[in-house]
């Protein structure tokens, strides 16, 4: 152990030094007469040093004569003379007039796309010289300390043209950069630049950004770009199985994930069942998301954060996008209302699964299924220091079979944002938030002829704070009020003799104030604290009862009832929410970094089925209910290759969550009443090891992710039923001990692109029977154990090629033909293995295992899209 | 509310719209060995009856072994005990003809095996249940299945009470014990004191045939075994099912509350009806 230890230290040691510019180390200059540029140029070359200076009234021209040989730090004071003052950085080598501190001025503004006015998110501005650099927060916005005098300040973003602009600046000023798109089939030669901050550089970890374009990019299934399957693609992230809705980060179930759409938390991110995702790639700008080392400003869910931003339209100039494909047909537009001033954009998309519905079914059954979503925003600037921000989703999945079934489920949210930049280093911006899940599931069938509707809506206003204290502080600060409001059930009975009834309403409020501070400290080091506190109200009008035993909550338990009135707090539950990252550059290339992340969650979907499904309901905290916590720790090093050009990344984390909902056995949870009667509390943890190397640029990028992981989960009664596995700790069910991804694209020529997905993974834990036994005749299975077994292991590759058609001189339309097959070598993955009896009358001692795959074949697809 | 289920199975045929099932072999670590109890008491004139098995390897595909040599009582609320003697079939225990269940009364059923553990059951309460108002059986043409005889039960659910029922089919005095025909529910809020009908399906009846149809009450807590046995028999490991667990009934070691025997011990009353198919 001591070897490793210190085997661990003497690395870390030789990677700072490798990091340091050493000033003892000698060398040797001409000593004819040179001018200062000259010489420092000199030095650049022949030692790894670059200089910066602070001072602007150097003069580079005056002749100087250098020793001949002599230590760095003897020749610098020769060169530089008393008027100047040098200081060590890193491997630069800062040069600024003795004494003199430098006025500080501040710059800010934004940073956007030169053609459609865009902001960009996580665009990086440096200082070419100097050391001072930053990145544009979520609005696009940016503030920048820096001495007074000239700059050259770059900008960059990725998939852009890096920008440089010479700056003289004496007072605090607003600056707006433009960054032209890169076209890599427009450009020979693809731009390379070491400007693009890396992870190594931030002190983010456990984050991972998907551009829309990315996205796009990636092979779908039947040709559908798919927000939710691309990010199971990365580290950590999996899913249970084909078409299951949602993803699970870390061990966490899929309720715990907290998807927002411009700030508006979406419920349900599935469509179909699970096959598709509500996100429409055309308005999506990009996707981040977070699974470890949380900013206090997020809440509300235990596992992690995908924050999807809606484009904003293009303040210039009218554009459209579109496309044909086999399941649905899209269409975006945007453009500006008054040119600069307001734009928009509006997109629509709807699929036709009917008709697959009804080449496939045997019967000729009248069937309508199909999903669309509709995406609309507008944004309006008041001023430059005063935005307006107005979206909108509104989503709806719609089944009708024969005359006599309907479901329908969907999501709707609304955002209406202002953003006020209320001096050179204070942003505000507040947002007002609403959002709701729907479904209804209506029979016409006598005499039950019923209509089942449900309903969780929520309301929010969020008022937040950045504040751009000095050049290594960045405050962010700030609060949230959610009122939610539960329908979990109404029963519309269209017979006269039968009351409909109504499952009671329920009604919370959730509060959540923050403040996280990013903080640099020296060149190396830079931190990121934060608390959150958060309380939950959950609220009447409601009849609570109270059961003899909360082991065995059960209708014939019931020893009391308590009426609570309109809004009268039926329960209150509160914590503190620290969160707390560290990262410590070793040197240009390589960063450790660390975090710990305390978060509450407050309302659960309550769902027993291997797939959540669309009828599931949301359960809140309340007199039988705690509040889910969990606590992660994680620990990683990123490193860059080739001029950053590769990125790679090891993660480890260990989380624990408690108070999660489980179920009895035989819980029947669909239209229940009294819902507290069928579950159970555990707890659950899990670990993991998470890696990936990435090349973002160059024609040929993607990643290779592999996450070595284990999730577990307890549920320990004090009786059978109250207990699962007798109490001990069994696998979850998505729990996947090897989890491998590569992702690859190739842009082949100017016309065509070729992309990849190879998936790998254990195969998910499965129930076999440990016994036999007869019940009048009929053969059961005995099952003690849950997971005590592995289905067979996954594996798929999916391959996708993009055509782009001749772009006609003076014609704006673009056109591209992409080309997909999922699952391309056909392996029929198992999705379950179940057990029945033979169906056979005479022959009912005979048992038979059977797999199912869900999509168990290879799916081609071919999608038309367009531009103008 | 069966039609509850028929939602997720319309759910489950946009799955099967791509999806497809592959019969397999599996080895299985099957060999755990645990106490097998299924008996029951009616109010009818059929004595009270026990089967004592014990379980067997899943793949083996042979019958379970039987349990010989137990002492079997039913106790009763008054302290009345009934004694089942093991009848000349092996693992069989039936008390004497003259004894029947009483509507009202609880029941508990206790059980030491050779080995001199002892297991009782939970007090299972003999509930009335209502008489059956007619049957009818017809032959349906549109159903995708052969066979497809309905066999429809109407009877009025009294109001005050909720009321758990279980049906057993009988064609030509034979026991349908198939998994598929399985029948229970319970009649909670919207349907309570409702006059019911309810289908019964895909019977193998031709012209002759006689069909009957036994109602029988149920505790929550059987119907709830029923309800279980039903839903695990018919898993067919879709996205839907809920995850397979062992069966928990109303049987307990009475020393180790955490060692429980598999099965159950019903008490129910018991009407019935027949009907000629013509």
């Known amino acids: 152990m001591r070897y490793i230890l210190s085997y661990i230290c003497l690395t870390v040691l030789w990677h700072t030094t490798l990091g340091q510019v050493q000033l003892n180390q000698t060398l040797s200059l001409p000593e004819n007469n040179m001018s200062l540029e000259e010489v420092l140029a000199k030095i650049e070359e022949s030692l790894t040093v670059e200089f910066s200076f602070v001072a602007n009234d150097i003069d580079y021209t005056k002749k100087i004569n250098p020793l001949s040989y002599a230590t760095l730090e003897e020749h610098l004071k020769q060169i530089l003379g008393n008027n100047f003052e040098f200081k060590v950085k890193g491997q630069k ?37 100097g050391n001072e650099g930053t990145v544009t927060n979520v609005y696009g916005f940016y503030s920048l300390k820096l001495p007074t005098g000239n700059h050259t300040l770059n900008c960059a973003y990725i998939g852009y043209k890096n920008l440089s602009v010479e700056i003289n600046t004496s007072t605090d000023s607003t600056i707006n950069f433009n960054l032209s798109s890169q076209d890599f089939l427009l450009n020979e030669v693809v731009i390379e630049a070491d400007l693009h901050t890396s992870k190594v550089e931030e002190v983010e970890m456990s984050t991972n950004t998907l551009t829309a374009k990315k996205i796009e990019e990636l092979p779908a299934f039947l040709g559908e770009a798919d927000v939710i399957r691309s990010i199971t693609l990365l580290p950590g992230v999996t899913t249970i199985g084909e078409g299951s809705p949602g993803f699970n980060v870390r061990g966490g179930d899929v309720d715990q994930n907290l998807v927002l759409l411009d700030e508006a938390p979406v419920y349900s991110s599935a469509h179909l069942l699970g096959f598709f995702s509500v996100f429409n790639a055309d ?48 269409l975006a537009l945007e453009g500006p209302i008054v040119k600069d001033k307001s734009s928009f954009i509006i997109a629509g ?149 039968t009351e409909s009834f109504i499952i009671p309403n329920e009604k919370a409020l959730e509060l959540g104030i923050y403040a996280g501070n990013e903080q640099k400290i020296g060149e190396k080091m830079i931190l990121r604290y934060g608390l959150r506190y958060s309380r939950y109200h959950f609220l009447g009008p409601l009849d609570v009862y109270t059961y ?45 970094k660390t975090s710990y992340q305390r978060m509450y969650q407050y309302q659960q979907l309550v769902s027993n089925t291997t797939n959540a499904t669309p009828f599931d309901v949301w359960k809140s905290a309340g007199p039988h209910v705690k509040p889910l916590i969990s606590d ?17 990344s090891i993660e480890f984390y260990y989380k624990v969550m408690d108070n999660l909902i489980d179920y009895k056995n035989g819980a029947n949870l669909l239209l229940t009443e009294n819902i507290e009667t069928e579950l159970l509390t555990g707890n659950g943890r899990a670990y993991g090891a998470e890696f990936m190397l990435e090349k973002k640029r160059g024609k040929l990028n993607g990643w290779f992710s592999y996450t070595l992981s284990r999730v577990e ?148 697809a071919v999608t038309y899209n367009f531009e103008f | 509310m069966r039609k509850k289920d028929s939602l997720l199975v319309r759910c489950l045929l946009i799955i099967s719209l791509f999806s497809c099932e592959t019969e397999i072999d599996l080895e299985l670590n099957d060999n755990i060995s645990k106490l097998v109890v299924v008996g029951e008491i009616t109010d009818q004139n059929t004595p009270p009856r026990v089967t004592l098995s014990q379980t067997a390897a899943y793949s083996s595909n042979q019958p379970t072994p039987k349990i010989s040599g137990a002492v079997v009582k039913i106790i009763d609320d008054f302290g009345e005990i009934i004694s089942l003697p093991e009848s000349r079939e ?189």
Request: hydrophobic share 35%; net charge negative; proline share 4%.
């Open chain 1, 93 to 129: 080598i800062l040069i600024r007039k003795k004494g003199e501190s430098s006025n500080q001025i501040v710059i800010s503004g934004y940073i956007r796309d030169a053609e459609t006015g865009e902001e960009l998110i996580g665009a990086t501005i440096m200082n070419a010289r």
């Open chain 1, 283 to 330: 308005v999506i700008k990009d996707v981040k998301l977070y699974k470890g080392g949380i900013p206090s400003k997020y809440g509300g869910r235990i596992s992690s954060v995908l924050d999807v931003r809606q484009k904003e339209g293009d303040m210039k100039a009218f554009h459209g996008k579109g496309g044909i494909g086999l399941v649905s047909s899209r």
């Open chain 1, 349 to 497: 998309r709807r699929t036709y699964a009917d008709i697959l519905y009804r080449a496939v079914t045997p019967s000729d059954e009248e069937a309508a299924v199909y999903f669309y979503d509709l995406n609309a925003k507008v944004n309006y600037k008041i001023n430059d220091k005063n935005r307006l921000f107005l979206s909108g989703y509104l989503g709806n999945d719609v089944a009708a079979f024969d005359d006599d079934v309907r479901f329908r489920w969907g999501n709707g949210t609304g955002t209406l944002r202002w953003t006020n930049v209320l001096s050179s280093n204070l942003f505000f911006n507040t947002s007002f938030i609403y959002s709701r899940y729907t479904y209804e599931l209506g029979i016409e069938d006598e005499p039950e002829d019923f209509l089942w509707k449900s309903q969780i809506s929520n309301y929010h206003i969020k008022p937040e704070f950045t504040w751009y204290l000095n050049e290594n502080n960045t405050l962010e600060f700030g609060g949230r009020a959610t009122l939610f409001q539960f329908k979990p059930g109404e029963v519309d009975v269209n017979d006269v003799e």
């Open chain 1, 548 to 592: 003899a035993s909360d082991e065995l909550r059960d209708e014939d338990n019931i020893i009391d009832t308590t009426s609570y009135k309109n809004n009268e707090i039926i329960s209150t539950f509160d914590g503190f929410e620290p969160r707390f990252s560290a990262a410590y550059q070793l040197n240009a290339k390589s960063t450790i």
């Open chain 1, 632 to 648: 992660q720790i994680a620990l990683g090093y990123v490193r860059n290759f080739m001029k950053n050009k590769l990125e790679a």
């Open chain 1, 713 to 860: 989960r307890q549920v320990k009664g004090n009786t059978p039923q109250s207990s699962i596995n007798n109490g001990k700790y069994y696998l979850s069910d998505y729990d996947k001990t090897h989890d491998l991804s590569l992702v690859l694209s190739y842009v082949a020529s100017k016309r065509w692109q070729l992309n990849m997905n190879f998936l790998y993974a254990t195969g998910r834990p499965a129930t076999y029977p440990d016994a036999r036994y007869e019940f009048e005749g009929v053969i059961l299975p005995n099952y003690s154990s849950r997971n005590n077994e592995r289905l067979p292991d996954y594996h798929r590759l999916d391959f996708s090629a993009t055509l782009k058609n001749r772009i006609r001189p003076n014609r704006s339309w673009r056109s591209s033909w992409t080309f997909s097959i999922y699952n391309v070598y056909a392996r029929k993955n198992v999705f379950s293995i179940f057990f029945r009896p033979d169906d056979d009358r005479s022959n009912t001692l005979n048992t038979k295992a059977k797999q199912l795959s869900i999509l168990g074949t290879v799916f081609p």
């Open chain 2, 90 to 278: 092996k693992g069989i225990y039936i008390a004497d003809d003259s004894i029947q269940g009483k509507i009202g009364r609880s029941y508990i059923l206790q059980i030491e095996l050779p080995s001199g553990k002892i297991y009782t059951s939970f007090p299972e309460k003999l509930n009335p249940v209502a008489p059956i108002d007619s049957l009818a059986a017809e032959f349906l043409t549109d159903v995708p299945e052969e066979d497809a005889w309905f066999v429809t039960v109407y009877f009025n659910d009294p109001p005050v009470s909720i009321d758990y029922y279980r049906w057993k089919i009988f064609i030509n005095g034979t026991f349908m014990d198939r998994a598929e025909d399985l029948y229970s529910t319970g009649f909670e809020s919207v349907l309570n004191g409702e006059p019911i009908d309810l289908s019964f399906l895909e019977f193998p009846l031709e012209e002759g045939d006689q069909a009957t149809v036994q109602q029988l009450s149920l505790t929550e807590e059987a119907q709830q075994f029923l309800f279980e046995v039903e839903v695990q028999t018919k898993a067919t490991g879709g996205p839907f099912d809920a995850p397979v667990a062992p069966i928990i009934g109303n049987i307990r070691n009475k020393d180790d509350p955490n060692d429980f025997a598999l099965g159950y011990f019903f008490a129910s009353s018991v009407t019935s009806e027949s009907i000629t198919i013509k």
